[in-house]
């Protein structure tokens, strides 16, 4: 960011009733109240009592809790927005209950609804808190112009691979896989990310991601794992996140998917997993000729934890305390629709309490941490996801005399499991106010949502051309009650 007067500007919130402060000295969130909260231009300068400087803007943050904007770390807003209403309940009953194979190429809207998809996404980010979305997709045309106007923080993780999957007869899937053509894509990802990450407004950066663990090769997964550690970056790739994906990968390696990745030399502190749910002693998969827990908690190695989109099918990580208390770094993402941090943080509570079967199973302090600080170190961003002096000044402010706040014995508790965003009132990033009293501020979403609506509209009228059964989508997705004549 440029240094003009603007950008230098001192704004204090004075006496606020709550700030989740960053502690150095214990590495952790902690509560701060009846305190002051100051920034200049882009950069906190201060968190504490009394801040005796000077300010260009005084605020009252009374009646405000402040807390660190949430980093999503993992998502795909190009196009899950099309889907609401059509994938709330679906997953293929041979398919090990996942919607991947079946029914998600058959929904998928077309790239030309992309920007609008990524604009709707992005409202509703903005709106639950978060400052920072983690976009996995596969490069496009201005990709950076779908994020510019919105102020949010954005990291592009440039996706490919060497070829699709499908199913002919929704119990077996198949792959279109071209070796040639995963190593042109790889080669077209590097150059669309380095372009990417360097755009002026320092909220853009890129990384590299192979698209899952079952559609690239080796070659593939290294080579991008060699670029990013020459350039001091994580890669993401999706794996162990499906049944089908296991016996997959066990099938063509004799190794499970944690097994393989270790085995290569890519299961290590340069990785993250995304999902990283099946290892081999998950309940649902009872294959107990591995180590896959031990192998992920020894390698360093990362895990990109979306509850929201498992818990439709039914399917939870096993459990959330275990990996954090094993010392796997763990952070939360959206991946899907709805795109509400505060509903993920929320069901990976309840989720892995359930599966582990004890109220300890998922602290809530461990998904806050992963939204915040725990998802900011896996991009590299210690100076996100922490309201600490130095620290950027991505922040939200909630309004403690919203009801569902209140009583304020614990205002994270009272956020994620009451109120969620209906109390979230002030977004900042970068220092620069994006969400006002609850509404975006720079970008307005009514002809994307009808953009979305044609999208949908397509998808409805042209499904049976590419189910395997020829189903139209009224019979893949029946309404949750019938249509009156």
Same mark, same amino acid.
């Given at each position: 960011?440029?240094?003009?007067?603007?950008?230098?500007?001192?704004?204090?919130?004075?006496?606020?009733?709550?700030?989740?402060?960053?502690?150095? &000295?214990?590495?952790?969130?902690?509560?701060?109240?009846?305190? #002051?909260?100051?920034?200049?231009?882009?950069?906190?300068?201060?968190?504490?009592?009394?801040?005796?400087?000077?300010? #260009?803007?005084?605020?009252? +943050?009374?009646?405000?809790?402040?807390?660190?904007?949430?980093?999503?770390? /993992?998502?795909?807003?190009? /196009?899950?927005?099309?889907?609401?209403? !059509?994938?709330?309940?679906?997953?293929?009953?041979?398919?090990?209950?996942?919607?991947?194979? &079946?029914? $998600?190429?058959?929904?998928?809207?077309?790239? =030309?609804?992309?920007?609008?998809?990524?604009? *709707?996404?992005?409202?509703?980010?903005?709106?639950?808190?978060?400052?920072?979305?983690?976009?996995?997709?596969? %490069?496009?045309?201005?990709?950076?112009?779908?994020?510019?106007?919105?102020?949010?923080?954005?990291?592009?993780?440039?996706?490919?691979?060497?070829?699709?999957?499908?199913?002919?007869?929704?119990?077996?899937?198949?792959?279109?896989?071209?070796?040639?053509?995963?190593?042109?894509?790889?080669? &077209?990802?590097?150059?669309?990310?380095?372009?990417?990450?360097?755009? %002026?407004? +320092?909220?853009?950066?890129?990384?590299?991601?192979?698209?899952?663990?079952?559609?690239?090769?080796?070659?593939?997964?290294?080579?991008?794992?060699?670029?990013?550690?020459?350039?001091?970056?994580?890669?993401?790739?999706?794996?162990?996140?499906?049944?089908?994906?296991?016996?997959?990968?066990?099938?063509?390696?004799?190794?499970?998917?944690?097994?393989?990745?270790?085995? !290569?030399?890519?299961?290590?502190?340069?990785?993250?997993?995304?999902?990283?749910?099946?290892? @081999?002693?998950?309940?649902?998969?009872?294959?107990?000729?591995?180590?896959?827990?031990?192998?992920?908690?020894?390698?360093?190695?990362?895990?990109?934890?979306?509850?929201?989109?498992?818990?439709?099918?039914?399917?939870? $990580?096993?459990?959330?305390?275990?990996?954090?208390?094993?010392?796997?770094?763990?952070?939360?993402?959206?991946?899907?629709?709805?795109?509400? !941090?505060?509903? &993920?943080?929320?069901?990976?509570?309840?989720?892995?309490?359930?599966?582990?079967?004890?109220?300890?199973?998922?602290?809530?302090?461990?998904?806050?941490?992963?939204?915040?600080?725990?998802?900011?170190?896996?991009?590299?961003? %210690?100076?996100?996801?922490?309201?600490?002096?130095?620290?950027?000044?991505?922040?939200?402010?909630?309004?403690?005399?919203?009801?569902?706040?209140?009583?304020?014995? #614990?205002?994270?508790?009272?956020?994620?499991?009451?109120? @969620?965003?209906?109390?979230?009132?002030?977004?900042?990033?970068?220092?620069?106010?994006? *969400?006002?009293?609850? =509404?975006?501020?720079?970008?307005?979403?009514?002809?994307?949502?009808?953009?979305?609506?044609? +999208?949908?509209? =397509?998808?409805?009228?042209?499904?049976?051309?590419?189910?395997?059964?020829?189903?139209?989508? =009224?019979?893949?997705?029946?309404?949750?009650?019938?249509? !009156?004549?």
């Amino acid at each position: 960011m440029t240094e003009t007067a603007e950008n230098l500007k001192i704004t204090v919130f004075r006496n606020c009733a709550w700030i989740v402060a960053w502690d150095a &000295e214990t590495q952790s969130h902690s509560y701060l109240k009846n305190a #002051d909260f100051a920034f200049r231009g882009n950069e906190i300068i201060y968190v504490g009592k009394n801040f005796a400087g000077t300010a #260009d803007v005084e605020e009252d +943050g009374r009646d405000k809790m402040f807390m660190p904007g949430f980093v999503d770390i /993992h998502s795909h807003p190009g /196009h899950e927005p099309g889907w609401k209403g !059509m994938l709330e309940e679906l997953g293929s009953k041979r398919l090990g209950q996942s919607s991947l194979y &079946e029914f $998600m190429p058959v929904f998928d809207i077309g790239p =030309e609804y992309a920007r609008s998809a990524c604009r *709707v996404a992005t409202s509703e980010l903005l709106k639950s808190g978060v400052t920072t979305i983690c976009d996995l997709a596969p %490069p496009r045309d201005d990709w950076v112009g779908d994020y510019t106007p919105t102020g949010i923080r954005a990291v592009l993780w440039c996706m490919f691979r060497s070829g699709p999957w499908r199913t002919r007869n929704g119990h077996s899937v198949e792959y279109d896989l071209d070796e040639a053509r995963g190593d042109r894509l790889l080669q &077209e990802a590097i150059a669309a990310s380095e372009l990417a990450g360097q755009h %002026p407004s +320092g909220l853009i950066s890129s990384y590299l991601a192979p698209s899952q663990i079952d559609t690239c090769t080796e070659g593939q997964i290294m080579g991008a794992l060699e670029v990013a550690r020459e350039r001091g970056e994580p890669i993401q790739i999706h794996a162990a996140q499906s049944i089908v994906e296991f016996q997959e990968i066990v099938r063509r390696t004799g190794c499970t998917p944690i097994e393989w990745l270790d085995k !290569m030399g890519a299961l290590g502190p340069d990785t993250i997993i995304g999902h990283g749910i099946f290892l @081999n002693d998950h309940p649902w998969v009872h294959y107990p000729h591995g180590n896959d827990f031990e192998r992920l908690a020894n390698s360093g190695a990362q895990v990109a934890h979306c509850p929201v989109v498992f818990a439709r099918r039914g399917i939870a $990580m096993n459990t959330l305390a275990r990996y954090v208390e094993a010392g796997i770094p763990v952070g939360i993402g959206t991946d899907s629709f709805p795109h509400n !941090m505060l509903d &993920e943080l929320r069901m990976a509570c309840y989720a892995g309490r359930i599966i582990g079967g004890s109220f300890t199973a998922a602290p809530t302090s461990y998904a806050f941490d992963a939204a915040t600080n725990v998802g900011a170190d896996m991009i590299r961003r %210690p100076d996100l996801g922490r309201l600490a002096v130095g620290c950027k000044a991505d922040f939200s402010i909630v309004d403690m005399n919203n009801h569902y706040m209140q009583p304020d014995y #614990d205002p994270i508790r009272s956020i994620v499991y009451s109120a @969620n965003d209906r109390a979230v009132m002030h977004v900042y990033v970068d220092g620069q106010q994006v *969400v006002k009293h609850g =509404e975006i501020m720079h970008f307005n979403i009514d002809a994307d949502i009808e953009m979305l609506r044609r +999208g949908q509209a =397509e998808v409805i009228a042209t499904a049976s051309q590419r189910d395997w059964d020829g189903r139209e989508l =009224e019979a893949l997705s029946p309404r949750v009650y019938k249509l !009156m004549d």
